[in-house]
């Protein structure tokens, strides 16, 4: 991994994870890790507390398989695709319950963007990235506080059901920056992937709490 002296920070050889899921900066991701190609990318990152890359897929599976070959043809994988902006995570939490598992606890930092992807042939991604600025901590402008508020109820009324430890909004709680607000909401309303995707690429963190305030206007879900 390298980075300039001057300009956009990049690195190289990043490890990818492509997943059916989007991580946001800020955002909490629990990985069950069981195929080799996983485990010694996650095995070496804890070690080297280094990050890796999480990026959603546009084509193929999670898990690599097999695909299907003509009579006498050499079997291959099936094909895996995926969006060219993705979020750095860091290992939180590892545990090794038994042989060949890992349970992990992810926390999403800044996005990235791939100038340059190749998979290795154990089925490991890897890339060269520009790093994107840390997003600016913008405060909630006036037209946007009912969303900021209807997620502070949210998180009470998840408190008062005992379940601290595990419900989806992570701490420690940001509530007067636009971008933590919204990449909060993005990960608990019932949205497409792709509309995640989108919410998560968009430079503006106050158009995507915008954006958001609209959906929940939409949804009825704040007043």
């Not at 920070?9 to 990818?16: D, G, M, S, V």
């Not at 991580?23 to 990152?45: H, Q, S, W």
């Not at 804890?46 to 890359?53: C, I, K, R, Y």
């Not at 509530?175 to 919204?182: G, H, K, N, S, Y």
């Amino acid at each position: 991994m390298t980075s300039p002296s001057a300009g956009p920070l990049t690195l190289t050889q990043l490890p990818l994870f492509p997943l059916h899921t989007v991580l946001f900066p800020g955002g909490v991701l629990p990985l069950k890790i069981f195929e080799v190609r996983y485990l010694d990318m996650i095995g070496r990152c804890q070690q080297l507390g280094a990050p890796f890359g999480v990026v959603t897929l546009t084509e193929g599976e999670e898990v690599r398989r097999r695909a299907p070959s003509a009579q006498g043809a050499e079997p291959g994988f099936v094909r895996e695709g995926f969006h060219p902006i993705g979020v750095l995570a860091r290992i939180e939490k590892l545990e090794k319950p038994q042989a060949g598992l890992y349970l992990v606890q992810c926390r999403g930092l800044q996005r990235f963007r791939i100038n340059r992807r190749e998979q290795l042939p154990h089925g490991l991604w890897t890339a060269d990235v520009t790093l994107d600025p840390p997003e600016p901590n913008l405060p909630v402008p006036d037209h946007l506080l009912p969303a900021r508020q209807t997620l502070e109820r949210v998180v009470e009324g998840l408190a008062q059901q005992g379940t601290p430890d595990t419900h989806p909004v992570p701490t420690p709680h940001q509530w007067d920056d636009c971008a933590w607000l919204a990449n909060r909401w993005a990960e608990l309303l019932p949205l497409p992937l792709e509309m995640k995707y989108r919410l998560m690429s968009l430079d503006s963190p106050v158009l995507r709490l915008e954006l958001v305030a609209d959906l929940l206007d939409r949804m009825g879900l704040q007043d």
